[in-house]
C-alpha cells in the first residue's frame, strides 16, 4: 500500500518572508508548497501544472490577487482558492468570492486557522453527496431526495424555500456564501439585493435549527459579505478567527 | 449776519412802500414776501426779529395815527396780530423745511460714506486685523483724526491715524463701564459693541461730525468686521484640526495595515514551530508565547484600525439580532483571564436580544471595560450588569474609585479629553469613551454617565441599545 500523494499549494503573496514561512509550515504540516510573488507569475505557475489549492493575496503590485483568482479559477474549476484579505475590507472578500473564490483567511491569521481553511475547502472541493442523496452535519441530517431534515431524532418541518436554503447551504459547508450567491441559487437569478428575503430565512431557520439563536453554531454571519454554515462538532471551528480582546 | 441784511431790507421795502404810499394791506403782503424770504435763507431767530421789525414798521408808518406805535382802530390791530402771528408761523415752517431738507441731505452723505465704508471692509481679507489697518476706511472716508478699537475677545486694542487725545483710554474705559458717550470738549465719541447682547468690544471715534447719526452706524460695520475674522478665524482653525485628525487617523490605519503581514509571518511561523513534535516543553511554551502575544498584537492592531475608521465614521454596522449578554459574557471572559476575575457580570433580564453590529457591541463594551479597569481603584471590583429599561437594553459597567467631578461630566466622551484624575495615573489615548459613544449612536443606542455609585464613589456608565420593534411586541421581526 503507498502512502496518500500529498495535497500541493501554490503560496501567492508579495512578500518573501511571508511566503518562505508559509511555505516552510505547510511543508511541515505535509503539504507539498510552490510559490509566486505575483499574481501573473501564479498564473503562469498553474499552467505548467495543476494544484489542489492556492493561497492568494488580495492585495499584490501588478496583476491583483481577485483577476489572478478569476484567471485561475477559469483554468481549474476544482481547485480550491483560499484569498488572504486585511479585516474592513470586506468589498475586496466579496469580490474576491465571486471572482471564484473558495474562501478567505484575515491577516494576520494563526496557523492552525489557515491549516483549518485549507482543510475546510480541501473537504468541500473532494464533497461527494453520498448515494443515498444524505448530508449530515453536526446533529443535522437532510434528505435532499424526500427533502426531509432532522435533528438528532426529531424532524424539523421546512418551508420550500427554507428547505432550498439549507440545503444550499449545508452542501457548501465550511466556506463563505455571499448574499448574491444565495439569493440567485435560492430565489433565481434575477435577484441580487433582495437582503430582507435572506434575512428573514436565516431568522427563521435560526429558530428551527439552532439551540440558541442568538447564538449560532451552524448558520453563521459573515458581516457585509454572507453566511457560512459551520459544524459545531468540527475541531476546526474553534480556530476561527476572534476579535475579542 | 442774516438779521441785518432782513433788517436793512424791511426799511428799504419800508421807504419804496411808504413812498408810493401803499395801503396797510397791501404794505402788510409785500413785508411777507420779505419775510418768507429772509425765511428761506436766514435762521430762525433772525428771521423772527424781522417779523417782529416789519410789525414795527406797519404800524409806525402805514396804521393810524402815522408815526405812532399807537393803533386807534380795534381791526387794525387785529391785522397786525394776524400779520405778527401769520409772520411767525411762515417764518417757523419755513425754517423746519430746511431744517429737514439740511438733516436729509446729511443723512444721504452719510449714507454714502457708510457705504463707502461697508465696501472698503468688504475688500479686506477676512484674517485682516494687523495694526488696525482695517479701520483705515473708517478714518479716511469720515475724514477722522483718529479711530480707536478694543476687541475683548482677542484683547487687542487697534489705532488708525493720530490721536491727540485720550482716545484709546476713553475706549477701554467705554468698555469697561459698558457704557459709550460724547467729550465734545476733546471731539471723541466712544461706542459700545454687543454681539447678541453680549459687550464684545469698544470703539472710539475722534473728530466725528454727525455723531447721532454715524457712530452706531459705524460701531455695526466695525462688528461685522469683527465678527467675519473670528469666524475665519474659527473656521480656519476647525478645518487645519479636521485635516491633522484625517491624516493622523489615515497614517495610523496604513501603519496598522503595515504591521500585519509582518505578524502573519510571525503567526505562520510560531504556528509551525508549536506543530513540531520533537520540541521540548519549554520550547514548546515558548513558542506557544510568541504565538498568542503576537496574536494579541494583530487584535490591537485590528481594534487600532476599527478606531480610526470609526473617528473617520467610515464603519457602516452591520446590523442583525444578537443576544447581547452572550457577546458581553464572551468579552468578559477574556478580560477576567487577564484582570484575575475583576469582573462580574449580572443579567437582570430574561431576554436581552438587541438589533446591533455584534463586533462593535463587543468592541464598545471592551472601551467602557478598559476604561473601569484603567481608572478605578486598583484590583477593586468592577460590575457589569443588563436590564431592560423600556425599549432598550441597557448595560450598566460600574466601577469604584477616582469618581467624575461634575465638571467633567460634559467633557469625558470628547475626544481626547482624559480625566484629571486618569492623566497622572494610568495609560490612554483619550478615545475609548469617545468611540463607544459614537458606536452607541450608529447602533440607535447611546452611552451616558449615570450618577455616581453611592457607596463605592465610582463611576457607572450606562450603555442602551434598542429592542427591535418585533421583540417588543412578540411578533416575529424580519431580520
Same mark, same amino acid.
Given at each position: ?245 | ?204 471715534? &475722534? ?5 447721532? +447719526?454715524?457712530?452706531?452706524? #459705524?460701531?455695526? !460695520? =466695525? @462688528?461685522?468686521? $469683527? ?120 443579567? &437582570? ?5 438587541? +438589533?446591533?453590529?455584534?463586533? #462593535?457591541?463587543? !468592541? =464598545? @463594551?471592551?472601551? $467602557? ?111
Amino acid at each position: 500500500m503507498t502512502s496518500p500523494q500529498p495535497f500541493s499549494v501554490l503560496v501567492v503573496d508579495d512578500e518573501p518572508s511571508l511566503r518562505k514561512t508559509i511555505r516552510a509550515s505547510l511543508s511541515a504540516s505535509g503539504y507539498c508548497v510552490a510559490e509566486a510573488g505575483t499574481g501573473g507569475e501564479a498564473v503562469g505557475v498553474f499552467r505548467g501544472r495543476p494544484f489542489d489549492l492556492v493561497l492568494l493575496d488580495v492585495n499584490m503590485p501588478g496583476m491583483s490577487g481577485v483577476e489572478a483568482c478569476r484567471q485561475i479559477r477559469a483554468l481549474a474549476p476544482r481547485t480550491g482558492i483560499i484569498m488572504v484579505t486585511v479585516r474592513d475590507a470586506e468589498e475586496d472578500k466579496v469580490r474576491a468570492l465571486e471572482a471564484g473564490a473558495d474562501d478567505y483567511v484575515t491577516k494576520p491569521f494563526r496557523f492552525r486557522e489557515l491549516i483549518a481553511r485549507l482543510g475546510a475547502v480541501l473537504r468541500r472541493t473532494r464533497m461527494d453527496i453520498d448515494a443515498s442523496g444524505v448530508v449530515q452535519v453536526g446533529a443535522l441530517k437532510m434528505d435532499l431526495e424526500r427533502r426531509v431534515l432532522w435533528k438528532g431524532d426529531e424532524e424539523i418541518r421546512l418551508s420550500p424555500k427554507e428547505f432550498d436554503l439549507l440545503s444550499f447551504m449545508m452542501k457548501n459547508q465550511g466556506v463563505p456564501l455571499t448574499h448574491l450567491k444565495l439569493l440567485q441559487a435560492v430565489w433565481g437569478s434575477d435577484y441580487g439585493s433582495e437582503l430582507e428575503y435572506l434575512r428573514t430565512y436565516v431568522r427563521m431557520l435560526r429558530k428551527k435549527i439552532e439551540d440558541d439563536p442568538a447564538r449560532p453554531d451552524y448558520i453563521l454571519t459573515e458581516p457585509w459579505v454572507g453566511y457560512r454554515f459551520g459544524n459545531p462538532s468540527d475541531p476546526d471551528q474553534a480556530a476561527r478567527p476572534s476579535e475579542q480582546e | 449776519m442774516w438779521s441785518g441784511t432782513g433788517g436793512l431790507a424791511a426799511g428799504l421795502l419800508t421807504l419804496v412802500a411808504f413812498r408810493l404810499h401803499l395801503s396797510f394791506i397791501s404794505a402788510s403782503f409785500c413785508y411777507l414776501l420779505l419775510l418768507v424770504l429772509q425765511s428761506l435763507s436766514g435762521e430762525l431767530i433772525s428771521s423772527a426779529i424781522v417779523s417782529i421789525l416789519a410789525v414795527g414798521c406797519l404800524d409806525y408808518f402805514f396804521v393810524e395815527p402815522l408815526f405812532s406805535f399807537q393803533v386807534s382802530s380795534p381791526l387794525d390791530t387785529l391785522g397786525l396780530a394776524s400779520f405778527l402771528i401769520t409772520g411767525l408761523v411762515i417764518t417757523r415752517l419755513v425754517a423746519q423745511v430746511r431744517i429737514k431738507t439740511e438733516s436729509s441731505r446729511l443723512q444721504h452723505e452719510n449714507l454714502k460714506r457708510l457705504y463707502d465704508v461697508a465696501q472698503q471692509m468688504l475688500a479686506l481679507e477676512p484674517d485682516a486685523t494687523g495694526g488696525g489697518n482695517f479701520l483705515e476706511p473708517f478714518r479716511q472716508v469720515f475724514e477722522l483724526k483718529a479711530v480707536c478699537l478694543f476687541d475683548a475677545a482677542r484683547s487687542e486694542l487697534y489705532l488708525a491715524g493720530q490721536a491727540h487725545a485720550d482716545l484709546e483710554k476713553k475706549t477701554g474705559e467705554a468698555f469697561i463701564h459698558g457704557r459709550g458717550g460724547d467729550d465734545r470738549s476733546e471731539g471723541i465719541t466712544t461706542q459700545i459693541i454687543r454681539v447678541g447682547g453680549r459687550t464684545t468690544g469698544a470703539i472710539g471715534f &475722534e473728530g466725528l461730525k454727525d455723531q447721532e +447719526l454715524t457712530a452706531g452706524p #459705524l460701531a455695526a !460695520l =466695525a @462688528v461685522a468686521h $469683527l465678527e467675519r475674522t473670528h469666524s475665519f478665524a474659527h473656521a480656519s482653525r476647525a478645518a487645519a484640526t479636521a485635516q491633522a485628525e484625517s491624516y493622523r487617523s489615515v497614517i495610523l490605519d496604513a501603519l496598522a495595515h503595515e504591521f500585519k503581514t509582518p505578524l502573519s509571518t510571525i503567526l505562520a511561523a510560531a504556528g509551525a514551530l508549536r506543530e513540531i513534535r520533537s520540541l521540548s516543553p519549554d520550547h514548546r511554551e515558548m513558542a506557544e508565547t510568541v504565538e498568542s502575544e503576537a496574536a494579541r498584537l494583530g487584535r490591537l492592531t485590528t481594534r487600532l484600525i476599527r478606531t480610526a475608521r470609526l473617528e473617520r465614521e467610515e464603519v457602516k454596522p452591520w446590523m442583525e439580532l444578537i443576544d447581547v449578554s452572550s457577546v458581553i459574557s464572551d468579552t468578559v471572559d477574556q478580560y477576567n483571564r487577564s484582570t484575575s476575575g475583576r469582573i462580574s457580570l449580572v443579567r &437582570e433580564c430574561e431576554s436581552t436580544e438587541v +438589533l446591533a453590529d455584534r463586533e #462593535l457591541v463587543r !468592541l =464598545a @463594551v471592551s472601551q $467602557l471595560l478598559d476604561n473601569a479597569c484603567k481608572y478605578s481603584t486598583p484590583g477593586s471590583a468592577v460590575t457589569l450588569s443588563i436590564a431592560r429599561q423600556d425599549e432598550s437594553i441597557a448595560v450598566r459597567v460600574l466601577s469604584s474609585g477616582n469618581p467624575i467631578s461634575p465638571n467633567e461630566k460634559n467633557k469625558i466622551f470628547d475626544r481626547f479629553y482624559r480625566g484629571l484624575n486618569g492623566r497622572h495615573t494610568s495609560h490612554g489615548s483619550g478615545l475609548g469613551l469617545y468611540v463607544a459613544r459614537k458606536i452607541a449612536v450608529a447602533l440607535g443606542g447611546n452611552l451616558d454617565l449615570e450618577s455616581e455609585s453611592g457607596a463605592t464613589r465610582g463611576a457607572a456608565f450606562c450603555l442602551t441599545l434598542p429592542v427591535p420593534e418585533g421583540e417588543r411586541s412578540d411578533v416575529p421581526a424580519t431580520v
